[in-house]
């Protein structure tokens, strides 16, 4: 089996920020003559199974998004492809990046539109689970909503909130990851009276996609802002609680807001463990628990 390409990093790219020019470090090109024909079947039997199980799961805004791509099966798609009909859609750009980014860089690149993507695919050992976010997760999972002019902007916003948050410290960082974490990651959305996933941790993963919205075990429970920025998440089970939107249109009317005094609020209360349903809460299930590991919320 060949070597695993070796991307060519691009050092020191300069992005103009207000005519200072910031490095931009963790970009690398994407190596797409060196992907094997593994790297391609991995993707193909990862896509093929997903697109079948998020028929009636997933979001018609995520599947429709996903289609207007061009994504297929067939091969990995060039993210120079992508970024034609992306940035024609939204001004969004993908960049290929080794990995999870440090959180600034991360909200600094969704301020500026850009999208990072890992340029490397799990092996076939990891078909079903992986740790931190490969190709997959992140091309198939994050990428299409980004088509999606509302929850375009929703990103944009969270990563200027993000660089904001950053100087306020790192309680405001954590109440806006959770935020990430339910939304972005893990959301359910309504859709035609029911629930659908648009979830980018979700529709990536063959198991979650059925237990979010089939499982009696864990909570559903309407969105709600700063119920939401208190509570503490799963990295790695299931989630105990997923929140449902109605729109994205209702995220990006809940971002517009000035969060600082929200900041302040939230750190005169408690954080929520993962598994609770408050009596406000507007409940669509209150979960079994099956399941459940007692500690590990983070
Ligand atoms: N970096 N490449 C990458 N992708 C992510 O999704 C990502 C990250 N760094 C930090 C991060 N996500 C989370 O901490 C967000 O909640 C900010
Ligand atoms: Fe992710």
Redesign the pocket.
Known sequence: MSAQPQPRRVENLHTDKGKVPVYATGIVEQPWDGYTTEDHATWATLFARQRELLVGRASEAFLHAQDAMGMTPHAIPKYAELNAVLGAATGWQLIG?E?????LD??DHLANRRF?V?WWIRKPEQIDYIEE?DLFH?LFG?VPLLMNPVFADYMQAYGRG?VKAHAVGAEALQN??RL??YTVEFGLIREHGALRIYGSGIVSSKGESIHALESAAPNRIGFDLERIMRTRYRIDTFQKTYFVIDSFEQLIEATRPDFTPIYARLAAQDSIPAGEVLDGDHVFQRGSGEGWAGDGDV
């Open positions: 990046v990995g999870l980014l440090p959180e991360f909200f990072p890992t976010p992140d994050h993000g806006l990851t990430y974490w």
